[in-house]
């Protein structure tokens, strides 16, 4: 398998010449965030990923996790690795220095995501579901519950888990049956069983907080009913440390596609005395606050379509320069590296343009996250948030299925040694695939994005980020008659307007007939997530025509821009084409007829 190298001259550009780090480090409790101490950061943090988080992916995918005696156990090297990451601090980067963290910007932990993501996703799974834990608990836990756990969570010294599903209750959750009963002192018993719970048990720390969503006492039914619980592996005892075991244990592990080295347990919660649990917030809010980790997570997990396609992308160049095969369509009649057919560069290039426009958005949605935990102008924060709101369910499907098709990619170029387990990029393929899937699949996205984010307000959300896009091609106009400029006008303003059609079409639909606007809503996300990463694109134009870095570096990144705009952009009027016209076919197609 080739080396992972994390691109911190691509990440720092997008930082600070696209995104505007200056911009976030303004906001309260960020001004000790300097280019200095970020550039620091981000060279330490591609050192771990690149010498010993890297190193342990084809082995945890070969080994595997293992249970044994009811007990899973890590694969050989990640206990070393996770104790090398949390002695670097790495688990703490965006939280705050009172519970032990960085402080740092979401904007810049986020770039050390990517990192941690595409040296090893099944590794990196481990801190994004405490990560989603700590946010949880920040927000609703109570103070003793933040003083007992954040501590320990924010530094890695424990981690944590989200456990939602059930063999019954995949996405309607209204169905959950796990229980939740009062104890004398105050605490709960929990009894039930949770499925695909993500590192729900490992060996390579002393405690696992487990959040559960659980059916409250009063057993009201569907989703009104469920309270939101922390059940500890071990019960803390009075100074903070593991105590006794909790009646909760894996089962068992599935044996999985792909992400091998990421335990995925089936959780036994009660089978004896009861799970003791705590109730986290009110009772039967269960639902608003998991949405509070799940967010977070889906953020993160269209972060890691990001990073599985740079990982990719990385392999595929390294490869297509050293595979010599076949002789070039003019020049020498000696055999060439593969990389001078053109069909291949067309493929890196396409490769490399998808990842630009999607580290743009990820940190872009990083930085409006930012602006809506931090600014002290409420009404620009209340705006910050809607637009990550919007955002979160394009981010997590677009980036991912784009990740699939980057991976997928990757094997092409790499022909018949793709098929084959040793060069690492069939790896990459199985490991990438279930991003789509968890934490709420595609459609799940698709659907939100045209139910609660655009139908629900009138599109007034989606309206604004195409003022904000308008506001991009008059800079594009202004900035003179470079070609590169002009191509990305032209294909960003009908990208625009497509998009604009499309809302329009969803807005009235939805209300009055919700099966047929909802028929599309993939197509639609899709449309939304091309045009967003054109937006980006267009950004990083403007910066690079500005830059003083470089010129052959920024040159390489107007070349990419351009691509962009022919090859993707190009799709977006017909994406509204099918639109306007898929709900109609896909609702009047009778379900006998498949």
């Given amino acids: 398998m080739s080396a992972y190298a994390a691109p911190v001259r691509d990440m720092r550009f997008v930082m600070n010449s696209v995104i505007g780090l200056d911009r976030v480090a303004t906001l309260p409790g960020l001004e000790a965030v300097e280019p200095d101490l970020v550039d620091q950061i981000l060279e330490e943090g591609s050192k771990l990923a690149a010498n010993v988080l890297a190193p342990l992916n084809a082995v945890g995918d070969k080994q595997g996790a ?4 009811g007990v899973v156990r890590a694969a050989d090297g990640f206990a070393e690795g996770y104790r090398q990451f949390v002695e670097g601090g790495w688990n703490g980067a965006p939280f705050e220095e009172e519970w032990g963290g960085m402080n740092l910007p979401w904007l810049v932990s986020t770039a050390l995501q990517e990192m941690w993501q595409a040296s090893n996703l099944a590794f990196g799974l481990c801190p994004l579901l405490t990560q989603a834990a700590i946010d949880a608990l920040r927000e609703v836990g109570t103070d003793a519950q933040k003083a007992l756990y954040l501590p320990k969570l924010v530094t890695g010294e424990w981690t944590g888990t989200m456990n ?23 605490s709960y018993r929990i009894r039930g069983q949770k499925i695909y719970i993500t590192w729900g048990d490992h060996d390579m720390t002393d405690n696992i907080v487990h959040l559960v969503l659980a059916r409250s006492p009063d057993d009201i039914p569907g989703v009104k009913g469920l309270s939101l619980y922390i059940v500890p592996k071990f019960i803390p005892d009075d100074d903070g440390r593991p105590g006794l075991r909790n009646d909760v244990k894996p089962l068992s592990l599935e044996h999985k596609l792909g992400i091998h080295a990421s335990p995925t347990c089936i959780m036994a919660y009660g089978e004896a005395e009861g799970a003791v649990g705590y109730l986290v917030g009110e009772e039967n809010r269960g639902i608003e606050y998991m949405f509070i980790m799940m ?14 396609a740079e990982r990719a992308y990385q392999q595929a160049v390294d490869y297509a320069r050293n595979r010599v095969q076949s002789r070039a369509l003019a020049g020498s009649p000696a055999a060439v590296a593969i990389i001078n057919h053109p069909d291949v560069r067309r493929m890196l290039m396409t490769m490399r343009a998808q990842i630009e426009a999607m580290r743009g958005l990820i940190y872009d949605v990083a930085a409006m996250t930012d602006i809506a935990d931090r600014h002290p102008d409420a009404s620009i924060a209340k705006a910050a948030q809607q637009r990550v709101d919007l955002l979160i369910p394009v981010v997590k499907a677009w980036c991912t299925d784009t990740g699939v098709e980057i991976c997928s990619t990757n094997v092409q170029i790499h022909g018949g040694m793709g098929f084959v387990e040793e060069t690492g990029a069939a790896q990459h393929y199985r490991d990438v695939r279930i991003t789509p899937i968890y934490e709420g699949t595609n459609g799940i996205q698709s659907l939100d994005l045209v139910g609660r984010k655009v139908a629900r307000d009138g599109g007034a959300a989606a309206r604004a980020f195409l003022a904000d896009v308008d506001a991009t091609l008059s800079a594009l106009k202004a900035a003179g008659d470079d070609t590169t400029m002009a191509a990305m006008h032209r294909r960003l303003s009908v990208a625009r307007d497509a998009l604009s059609d499309a809302t329009d079409w969803v807005v009235a639909t939805m209300p009055n007939d919700a099966a047929a606007g909802a028929a599309p809503s993939a197509l639609y996300l899709k449309l939304f997530g091309i045009t967003a990463g054109g937006w980006m694109m267009a950004r990083s134009a403007l910066a690079a025509k500005d830059g003083s870095e470089d010129r052959d570096y920024l040159k390489a990144k107007m070349t990419t821009v351009r691509h962009y705009a022919d090859h993707i952009l190009t799709q977006a009027p017909a994406l509204t084409d099918a639109i306007t016209a898929d709900g109609q076919t896909v609702m009047s197609f009778a379900i006998d007829q498949f």
Avoid at 295 to 302: F, P
Wanted: negative net charge; glycine residues 12%; aromatic residues 0%.
């Fill in 66 to 69: 293992r249970i044994e005696n």
């Fill in 295 to 308: 967010n977070n997570a889906r953020l993160a997990v269209g972060l890691q379509g990001l990073a599985m």
């Fill in 164 to 186: 939602l599903t059930e063999p019954q209750a995949g996405t309607d959750l209204g169905s959950i049956r796990t229980k939740a009963e009062h104890s004398d002192d105050g």
